[in-house]
Nanobody
Framework: QVHLVESGGGLVQAGGSLRLSCAAS????????AGWFRQAPGKEREFVAA????????FYADSVKGRFTISRDNAKNTMYLHMNSLNPEDTAVHYC??????????????????WGQGTQVTVSS
């Protein structure tokens, strides 16, 4: 199993940028596919982006495509989410998640076995 810890959230003005990090420990991070999800107050958990174990393929929700970039550095056991052109609709708790390698449905939360505690992103107008 792996333990995941998010960091990098905070308060930013509309149009600004943030970089979230997800640090993995316990097992080699390259053994896992990983992704980012978010949940705003009163809404269901929403898929944001995902990346394969080797970074060879990435997946994005339509709402963030072109604005966000997911990446990973397996040598550092870390995954990142670079968020640009933020708007108030991006305000949510952001979670990183991981699952063992194999065939999977990146956008489905039930595909993931391990979750971080979340980091708050707040975008002001």
């Amino acid at each position: 199993q792996v333990h995941l810890v998010e960091s990098g959230g905070g308060l930013v003005q509309a149009g600004g940028s943030l970089r979230l990090s997800c640090a993995a420990s316990g097992r080699t991070f390259s053994n896992y596919h990983a992704g980012w999800f978010r949940q705003a107050p009163g809404k269901e958990r929403e898929f944001v982006a995902a990346i394969t174990w080797d970074g060879g393929s990435t997946f994005y929700a339509d709402s963030v495509k072109g604005r966000f970039t997911i990446s990973r550095d397996n040598a550092k056991n870390t995954m990142y989410l670079h968020m640009n052109s933020l708007n108030p609709e991006d305000t949510a708790v952001h979670y990183c998640a991981a699952r063992s390698r194999g065939n999977w449905a990146p956008q489905s939360p039930t595909e993931y076995d391990y979750w971080g505690q979340g980091t708050q992103v707040t975008v002001s107008s």
